[in-house]
């Protein structure tokens, strides 16, 4: 097999991660996430950008150069200067309903329950979030949407494969998999 690095992106909770992680164990290479090389270490989580030119970086010593790998996340707005290097962009679109439902567990889970119900340390931050991933759609927000996606995945030179992220894992990792042996 050709190299094999592959971008999954799509908004937030779509399973952009999920498709990642997935995709990178059925082919045995390593897997990435942009969020690890977009945000600071801190505790807790998600507080502090890293710059741009800190996160490229990063990227180039960490895994860019590797034959093989899997990126999920957005790299729109600032990591056009790896779009060369992608084999294959897989852009997942999911209800919003979904996607908001997908998130509230994920941040429970992550935060506790506690944390992200209302009068929890979490709560006003996580009302926000949830807030601007639920306007992703409408492209009226700062950052991320639907409409921005769709222009910079029109500039890629790579083949770029359209899922439905509401589909069961297995079926879009085949999915991705048959396309890579196109």
């Known amino acids: 097999m ?10 937030s909770g779509a399973g952009v991660t999920s498709l990642g992680r997935a995709l990178a164990d059925a082919l045995a290479i390593p897997h ?13 989580p998600y507080r502090d950008k890293r710059e741009i030119a800190e996160r490229l970086r990063l990227m180039r010593e960490v895994f860019l150069p ?19 290097r992608f084999d294959l962009v897989v852009f997942l679109t999911t209800p919003k309903e979904l996607r908001l439902q997908r998130l509230r567990a994920r941040e429970a889970t992550h935060f506790g329950t ?11 931050e996580f009302d926000e979030f949830i807030e601007w991933a639920s306007r992703y759609d409408d492209g009226d927000r700062e950052g991320r949407s639907l409409a921005k996606h769709q ?10 494969l359209r899922l439905d992220g509401s589909r069961p894992l297995p079926e879009l990792v085949a999915e991705v998999r048959a396309a890579l042996d196109r």
């Not at 990435?32 to 807790?44: I, L, N, V």
């Not at 222009?151 to 790579?158: G, I, Q, T």
């Open 66 to 84: 590797r034959a093989d790998w899997v990126l999920s996340g957005s790299l729109e707005g600032w990591g056009d200067p790896n779009v060369v």
């Open 2 to 11: 050709k190299s094999c690095r592959i971008h999954i992106m799509g908004a």
């Open 151 to 160: 222009a910079w995945l029109a500039a890629l030179p790579c083949h770029v």
């Open 114 to 124: 506690d944390a992200v119900a209302p009068g929890g340390w979490r709560h006003e």
């Open 32 to 44: 990435h996430d942009t969020d690890d090389y977009f945000w600071q270490p801190t505790t807790p």
